[in-house]
């Protein structure tokens, strides 16, 4: 008795090691060989990505200007990066001529085009329609076009630039809060509230301030202060010789920030009677960071408003990807951080 219960205890054993042997891990090697077997092989892919690939770009303002030519600067290195064909159309910032030259552009019958949107959906709308329906790509930067790009965005329209009044209302509250201005003092804010979506920076600024119980005095930038900035100093000079008392000025506008210490000399003021705030870092924007003239700008990137349209309209194209949207405008320049960005904005990279 007792020894058949032995055996029946030594094949009870036999069969639980053959179990657990077949339950157990496999051996390394083994593991090994078949993550060897399911390896991704890359297959080489002759020429550049966007080869073969016409789009027409617009980087905005009218050639020479510091902001479009940050922005042209992304798109040209863009277009060699990815080996696209791309023809550049300077728009004076004038919105007319950016719908009269998208209209211009369509019919060239390109794969894609690159728009500024500062004419906003209405203006757009039509024509936008129309190349989409003969097959052209459309995509935006630096202003959203926001019906625009909730209709196409499963067909490439995407977004890169700033989120306008955010940008605008961000700008407003740290300038607030490193002056410590208070209910009652003075502000004077420069922009372009005429203007659909692109107004929105505008509005995010006056918003801020006078959220902190700021006095704003609000003026339009005119279409001549609009071409060329120093054609605005009588306006600034004016202003501020009726209003001696205001503490901050606000430039809603590239061309005009940078010629922001030229107002301020003209209008008899020192580095420290005016806090200067606005947007887009230039050669002449450093120089008056350095100098104190100006003290707070927010840098909107533009070179991805240029090199990410052109990535954008390519991806689309070859592999059908949806719109991107993509927030370049998030940070400050400032007396003590300008060194660092210095040699980029030289370059005309920042």
Request: charged letters at 20%; a negative charge.
């Amino acid at each position: 008795m007792k020894l058949k219960k032995l055996s029946w205890l030594i094949c009870s054993l036999v069969v639980l090691s053959v179990l657990v042997a077949a339950c157990a891990p496999q051996p390394a090697e083994e593991v090994i060989k078949e993550v060897e077997v399911t390896r991704i092989v890359e297959v080489p892919v002759a020429g550049k990505l966007c080869e073969g690939v016409k789009i027409v770009f617009f980087p905005g303002g009218p050639p020479g200007c510091p902001f479009a030519t940050v922005v042209y600067n992304g798109a040209v290195a863009a277009a060699k990066d990815l080996g696209a064909d791309v023809e550049y159309m300077f728009s004076d910032w004038n919105p007319e001529k950016m719908v009269t030259q998208f209209k211009e552009a369509a019919a060239t019958k390109p794969d894609g085009i690159a728009i500024m949107g500062h004419p906003g959906d209405d203006a757009f709308e039509t024509a936008v329609d129309e190349a989409r329906a003969n097959g052209i790509l459309v995509t935006s930067q630096n202003t959203t076009l926001p019906r625009l790009e909730g209709r196409y965005k499963g067909e490439g329209f995407g977004y890169v630039g700033q989120e306008l009044y955010a940008s605008g209302y961000m700008l407003g509250q740290e300038a607030i809060r490193r002056t410590g201005l208070r209910a009652g003092d003075r502000a004077m804010v420069w922009g372009l509230l005429s203007e659909p979506t692109r107004g929105l920076r505008t509005k995010g600024v006056i918003d801020a301030l006078e959220e902190a119980g700021m006095t704003v005095d609000y003026i339009e930038i005119d279409k001549a202060t609009d071409a060329d900035a120093t054609a605005g100093t009588p306006v600034f000079t004016g202003y501020v010789t009726s209003n001696p008392d205001v503490k901050l000025v606000c430039t809603d506008h590239g061309g005009l920030t940078s010629t922001l210490e030229t107002y301020l000399k003209a209008a008899g003021k020192g580095t420290d009677d005016i806090y200067g705030i606005g947007f887009d870092l230039s050669s002449a924007t450093l120089e008056a960071i350095r100098g104190g003239w100006t003290d707070l700008v927010l840098d909107q990137q533009p070179y991805l408003q240029g090199y990410l349209p052109i990535v954008q309209l390519c991806l689309a194209k070859k592999y059908q990807f949806s719109g991107l949207h993509v927030d370049t405008g998030s940070g400050f320049a400032h007396k003590d951080n300008v060194e660092l960005l210095a040699p980029l904005v030289e370059e005309q990279i920042r």
